[in-house]
């Protein structure tokens, strides 16, 4: 896929010094750049870099003026990165402009689908499913019963969506995510052996939802697992039957989230953390990468550790922690002198 000087000069809105017929098709960082590839410069301290790079195409600030000849043709913008990014969104935008039904691929009794659906070899979409407008659906993906989805969603290879999952507009399901698998409920028996509780509620993923790789988000026991508008969830996340994660909440990866647990907006969650079941986060909490979660946790609480305890508390003693063995050899000889 090439594009031309003008023709991103067009769509970022920009001012093309030099060629405007060159034409790219591929990204580079403004230090690898290479014939046929497009950078941008925007950290001043890659400014060097423009003299020597070999990008066809580089975009820079509109108030730059080169000291030096440079071999590059510019785009001038009023923000160089903020403008890169919306290339990078257009660029993918086109790339997934898919649609039509590849074959084979299996659409039961009673499904509906808006216009410009794509869905690509090997799907199965169960009973009564509802597609919205512009959804791209990719190879070797399952949409079990009764499913509904919104418009503008994406699931890329090898998704998993299980019966009755509820799916709003503008969502992304990276590939290998399952979606409405049971939750994990178990009766114990007296004898050590084990009875599966039914898992007869759903899954809801509201708005402009994004889920990473590999993550699963088990349906509720009874009721619904409840994903908020706006959250990001990194990959090989486990998200267990009837959590609720509030509006615009960010989780990293290897992160595991237990049963009936209350997530609040707006919280960050750094990666490997572990929650208890049955608790309730509030907003804006920050909880950092590695903590263990065992208690409810209070609006704009900042927390670390396992079990995690306040931040700033948590630096303070771990500095201790690092100095143990000197303390206690201090002590040892002072116990020696008084003795």
Do not use: W
Not at 130 to 150: A, L
Not at 289 to 305: N, R, Y
């Amino acid at each position: 896929m090439k594009f031309t000087a003008e023709q991103i000069a067009g769509i970022l809105n920009g001012d093309v010094v030099g060629n405007p017929n060159a034409e790219v098709n591929k990204l580079a960082k403004i230090e690898e750049g290479i014939p046929g590839s497009l950078t941008f410069l925007s950290n001043p301290k890659y400014q060097n870099y423009i003299y020597s790079t070999q990008a066809t195409i580089t975009i820079v600030n509109k108030n730059f003026e080169p000291e030096h000849p440079i071999t590059t043709t510019l785009i001038k913008v009023d923000d160089p990165y903020q403008s890169f990014s919306k290339l990078l969104e257009y660029y993918n935008q086109v790339k997934l402009m898919k649609s039509g039904i590849e074959q084979p691929s299996v659409i039961s009794e009673g499904v509906t689908y808006g216009e410009d659906l794509y869905l690509g070899s090997f799907c199965y979409v169960g009973k009564n499913v509802k597609i919205g407008k512009n959804v791209k659906i990719y190879p070797n993906t399952f949409i079990g019963d009764n499913v509904i989805i919104g418009d503008n969603c994406v699931f890329f290879a090898g998704v998993r969506v299980y019966s009755e999952t509820e799916i709003g507009n503008n969502c992304v399901i990276h590939s290998g995510v399952i979606v409405g698998s049971d939750g994990f409920g178990f009766a114990p028996h007296d004898d050590g052996t084990y009875s599966k509780i039914p898992q007869i509620g759903n899954v809801i993923l509201e708005d402009d939802v994004e889920i990473g790789a590999c993550t699963t988000v088990d349906r509720a026991t009874m009721g619904s697992t409840i994903i908020r508008k706006g959250v990001k969830l990194d990959n090989q996340i486990q998200i267990a039957h009837n959590v609720e994660i509030g509006e615009n909440t960010v989780i990293a990866a290897q992160t595991g989230i237990a049963g009936s647990t209350k997530i609040g907006k707006n919280c960050m969650i750094g990666g490997q953390v572990g929650v208890a079941g049955h608790i309730t986060i509030g907003d804006n909490v920050r909880i950092q990468a590695q903590s263990g979660i065992g208690k409810s946790l209070k609006d704009g609480e900042v927390v670390q550790g396992s079990p995690a305890f306040t931040y700033g508390d948590f630096s303070k003693s771990y500095v201790h922690f690092r100095n143990l063995p000197k303390i206690v050899t201090e002590i040892e000889e002072l116990k020696k002198k008084l003795e």
